[in-house]
């Protein structure tokens, strides 16, 4: 049995973008790396959790020493979350594709001189939303908030409207180079307000925020 603050404990990271399938060889994704997602699980693995690891295809390599889930799409990562319920907290640190296609088709689309396909878009579940509502609900829940613009107000919006306890949120606009890099300035925003961390490196961001989440669960 492992031993640490968060010895006994039981985690859930979602991490990495979703990809979604347009035809078999062509998909709609985004530019997370999973950088983010895999340094919480690791650092909260370091103080002793058994973490569950649901993963889209990120690009960095998972962590070692958690259960991990590799899914593709927004809908196979619900199921998995919800396989792993009952934890004591989760995080949910994946850059989840907000739609899928909805016309996805089983074989390869062909170029056709004379019509462009058409993309049909239908909504993806909300998971992060999904597990705040669950009879199943963690004791702690943590969102993270990517945002561009008035990052505070917006995640202080977002943390009521998803019902999660605290919203990790950050700035990923392209200048900041936090998307794929190897630093990032966050935001902790929970019911008592937000707390502005300095630009540290994602590791160390791992590190603060798994010793808050120990704090939290203790
Ligand atoms: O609404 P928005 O996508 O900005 O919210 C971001 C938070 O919600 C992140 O924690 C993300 O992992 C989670 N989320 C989710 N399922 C979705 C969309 C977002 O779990 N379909």
């Not at 973008?17 to 998909?27: A, K, S």
């Not at 009521?160 to 902790?188: E, F, Y």
């Not at 300095?198 to 669960?217: G, Y």
């Amino acid at each position: 049995l492992g031993t640490g603050p968060l010895a006994g404990k039981r985690v859930l990271v979602t991490s990495g973008p979703t990809h979604e399938p347009i035809d078999p060889v062509r998909y709609i994704a985004n530019r997370s790396s999973g950088a983010q997602g895999t340094a919480l699980a690791a650092a909260l693995r370091d103080l002793g959790a058994e973490v569950v690891f649901v993963t889209g295809p990120a690009t960095v390599p998972p962590p070692d020493g958690v259960h991990l889930h590799r899914v593709e799409t927004a809908g196979e990562m619900l199921l998995a979350v919800e396989a792993a319920l009952p934890v004591d907290a989760a995080v949910f640190a994946a850059a989840v594709a907000d739609w899928r296609v909805e016309n996805d088709v089983a074989q390869k689309i062909k170029k056709n001189a004379h019509a462009l396909p058409e993309i049909k878009l239908s909504e993806n579940p909300d998971i992060l939303k999904t597990v705040c509502a669950h009879a199943k609900r963690p004791r702690l829940v943590v969102g993270f908030a990517a945002e561009t613009e008035n990052v505070i107000a917006h995640a202080t919006a977002k943390r009521q409207r998803k019902g999660c306890d605290w919203i990790v949120a950050n700035d990923v606009s392209p200048a900041t180079g936090i998307m794929g890099g190897a630093n990032n300035t966050v935001h902790l925003i929970s019911e008592a307000g937000h707390e502005d961390w300095p630009s540290l490196p994602k590791q160390e961001v791992a590190r603060r925020l798994a010793a808050r989440i120990a704090e939290a669960l203790a």
